[in-house]
């Protein structure tokens, strides 16, 4: 059974501007704490990464895996669902951006994962606040730019 998190912050910073940095896969080694490398293997015809192998650390140990980006709902929303994984049977994710007072968004990271080998309660809280906790990161990687 796939476990399921949220997290929402206030971004001061339009909704486009906070999709094209959180489209920006090549960066993310650079602000995303537990992401090691992220190389993008497909584009669509504007350029959008559409298929994204990345290498995380995770629960003491690197892991890879490769999401599938989908842009229907763009700029408003951006998901993905992961293609193949090492320790992953699932994740499926969003971010959503929704404008906000003052040209702020509102930005809502979305993830479910299901994980091959089960983990103790305790070992899946602190994993699942560090990795909605990332939405954080970003919020400050927007407003960094």
């Given at each position: 059974m796939a476990d399921h998190a949220s997290q929402s912050v206030?971004?001061?910073?339009?909704?486009?501007?906070?999709?094209?940095?959180?489209?920006?896969?090549?960066?993310?080694?650079?602000?995303?704490?537990?992401?090691?490398?992220?190389?993008?293997?497909?584009?669509d015809d504007q350029g959008r990464a559409t298929e994204v192998e990345f290498r995380t650390s995770a629960l003491g140990r690197s892991t890879h895996y490769t999401?599938?980006?989908?842009?229907?709902?763009?700029?408003r929303e951006m998901s993905w669902q992961m293609v193949k994984g090492d320790i992953m049977r699932s994740i499926?994710?969003?971010?959503?951006?929704?404008?906000?007072?003052a040209g702020s968004t509102e930005v809502t990271y979305t993830l479910s994962i299901e994980l091959i080998v089960p983990l103790p309660g305790f070992v899946k809280r602190r994993a699942e606040v560090r990795i909605v906790n990332s939405?954080?990161?970003?919020?400050a990687r927007i407003e960094a730019t």
């Open positions: 206030t971004v001061a910073a339009p909704p486009e501007k906070c999709f094209a940095v959180a489209s920006d896969f090549e960066h993310y080694p650079d602000w995303a704490h537990d992401v090691k490398e992220a190389a993008v293997l497909l584009r999401l599938r980006y989908d842009y229907s709902q763009a700029p499926d994710g969003a971010y959503t951006f929704v404008p906000a007072a939405v954080k990161d970003l919020k």
